[in-house]
């Protein structure tokens, strides 16, 4: 009898479910772009509360000839900022976001991505693989419908950002290529980051919890 409940026990502790983050770009998102590479005549990351999907997004243009540079989007902040249970732990992330090409003056290869979770100095990934690889949109010209990135399911967490009060270094890149023409101009923007959070409990807490029923079940076998 004790070994039943205990082995019941044990399967109602083991409790799992998920938070979903989701970012809009909407005004105060506290977002920020670093710019690797240049472009030979300008270089810009700003919001645009013109275009989105449906309304507000981020965007990167490059204007200048066969420019590939890349920005790229951060935040940092805890699993907790992102509705994680305080004291929880984080095992694994889904992410997803829209994506599209404003414009594209000239023949060109942009791209979006890759989604990266990294740790709080921005050093190191906190994940076993990106939550969503680098996506190269098709050689052409012209703008793009909007589009969802979801090509990649849940990611596991590396042991060592698990905690509810880790910071964690959201990162989203864009690559606005532009074409062979000195006034070749590019924009591309995304939207709507999504992330799906895998939380538990600590299997600390389950075994402190395992240890004492045993302790009242063997008492009540004595009695």
């Given amino acids: 009898?004790?070994?039943?409940?205990?082995?019941?026990?044990?399967?109602?502790?083991?409790?799992?479910?998920?938070?979903?983050?989701?970012?809009?770009?909407?005004?105060?998102?506290?977002?920020a772009a670093t710019q690797s590479g240049a472009c030979d005549t300008s270089l810009t990351a700003a919001d645009d509360t013109v275009n989105g999907?449906?309304?507000?997004?981020?965007?990167?243009?490059?204007?200048?000839?066969?420019?590939?540079?890349?920005?790229?989007?951060?935040?940092?902040?805890?699993?907790?900022a992102m509705g994680v249970t305080a004291g929880n732990n984080v095992t694994q992330v889904d992410g997803k976001y829209d994506h599209a090409i404003i414009a594209r003056s000239h023949t060109s290869t942009p791209a979006t991505g890759p989604l990266e979770i990294?740790?709080?100095?921005?050093?190191?990934?906190?994940?076993?693989?990106?939550?969503?690889?680098?996506?190269?949109?098709g050689s052409g010209t012209g703008g793009t419908a909007w589009a969802?990135?979801?090509?990649?399911?849940?990611?596991?967490?590396?042991?060592?950002?698990?905690a509810s009060t880790t910071?964690?270094?959201?990162?989203?890149?864009?690559?606005?290529?532009?074409?062979?023409?000195?006034?070749?101009?590019t924009q591309v923007?995304?939207?709507?980051?999504?992330?799906?959070?895998?939380?538990?409990t600590p299997s600390g807490r389950s075994r402190v919890i395992l240890s004492r029923l045993e302790m009242e079940l063997q008492a009540i076998v004595v009695d």
């Fill in 118 to 137: 990294w740790n709080s100095g921005d050093a190191a990934t906190c994940m076993a693989s990106d939550p969503e690889a680098q996506l190269v949109y």
């Fill in 53 to 80: 999907n449906p309304v507000n997004s981020v965007k990167t243009t490059c204007v200048g000839r066969n420019d590939a540079p890349t920005s790229t989007w951060k935040k940092a902040l805890t699993w907790e």
């Fill in 167 to 185: 910071t964690v270094t959201v990162r989203l890149a864009i690559r606005p290529n532009t074409g062979n023409n000195a006034s070749a101009s």
């Fill in 1 to 31: 009898m004790r070994l039943w409940l205990l082995a019941v026990f044990l399967f109602c502790t083991v409790s799992l479910w998920a938070v979903v983050y989701s970012q809009p770009f909407a005004a105060g998102h506290g977002f």
């Fill in 148 to 162: 969802t990135r979801d090509a990649t399911g849940a990611v596991n967490v590396n042991a060592g950002c698990q």
């Fill in 189 to 200: 923007n995304v939207d709507n980051l999504v992330l799906t959070i895998t939380e538990v």
